[in-house]
């Protein structure tokens, strides 16, 4: 590898040695949508969302580094179900950005590590993260200076949930989810997240949904305003009346025991509860940190998922937050 590319920007010449460029490690947040409003369906197959997303604090991370054998390895819970060839959305990201920037997106010259923390595929824009990691740590990794607002586009292309990934916060979409503007929350959410046994796939929550709405429509998306107040005013008890998602029901009718959680949440003193996104994770709100612990212990005993996890909200979208982590002992899952 070392001088083989001597007009790359990934190397560097130093008299006859090259110096491979650090590997750079980005972290990247899950999200839970506060308010998700389903319309109709676009010409192109997606349909109009008006949706508030929050990051939380369950993270992945993404190292990527210059390697002639390119590849990836994924750590972590739910490893196992992350494909580790081309359709993984990071490898999508990595392809996009050689694409962009006049390399070979068949042979980018670049090894990604993923260690995930956010659930796989379970409505928590698992995949769509690790993308936006991607794309931040190969634009840095390669030098290409994207801004943030371009890196947006091209995350963009790849998911509807991946810009939110980058921008992190609190956001209201609009679109199919990609156009974002900040909102502002004031103090932090606390949120008990319980993970279901298996996934949900996101395009068969969305057929569902028409499935279940039938002939019914025009579907209007419904008014976020009251949402966007609660948030500003910092009161979970204001904002817990107001949660609520499309999705939910078709989640719902495809996984009946997800009723079951809901209720058990509540039960255990949450303010409310919702499916996350497509689901089938279910988020509950509650009023603060103590509370969201005794809830999270309270769940987990009721034997209604498989795990549950205590998060807050807002965090910041993708960061870099250093070099190489290979000293960590987790073993790897999976091998590309
Ligand atoms: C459920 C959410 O997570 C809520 O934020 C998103 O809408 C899903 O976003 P995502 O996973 O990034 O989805 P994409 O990869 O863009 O689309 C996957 C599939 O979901 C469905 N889809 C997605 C977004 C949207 N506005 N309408 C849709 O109907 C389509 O069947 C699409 O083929
Ligand atoms: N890097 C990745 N991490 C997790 N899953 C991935 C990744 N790349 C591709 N996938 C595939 O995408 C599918 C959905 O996984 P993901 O974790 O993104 O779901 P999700 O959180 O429900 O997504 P969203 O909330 O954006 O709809 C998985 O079944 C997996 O096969």
Redesign the pocket.
Known sequence: MLGRHPGRADTYALGVLSVVPTPITVRVPA?V?LH?S?GD?RPD?????V?V?QALSLTDEVTVRTADEPGIEVHGEGADSVPTGPSNLAWRAVQLLAEHSGRDPEEPGVQLTIRKGIPVAG?M?G??ADAAAALLAVNALWRLEIGRDDLADLAAK?????P?SLLGGTAL?T???ERLVPVLARHTFHWVIALDRRGLE??G???ELDRLRGDTGPHRVGEVEPLLEALASGDPRQLALLLGND?QSAAVSLRPNLRRTLRAGVEAGALAGIVS??GPTCAFLCTDDDAAVRVAAELSGAGVCRTVRVAQGPVPGARIVGDDRADRPTPPQVHA
Do not use: M
């Open positions: 999200k949508n998700l389903v369906t197959g997606y349909h109009e969302l949706t997303f409505g824009a995949g769509s790849i998911g509807s949930d991946v939110f979409g679109g199919r989810g996101t395009p929550v969305y057929a999705l996104g497509s």
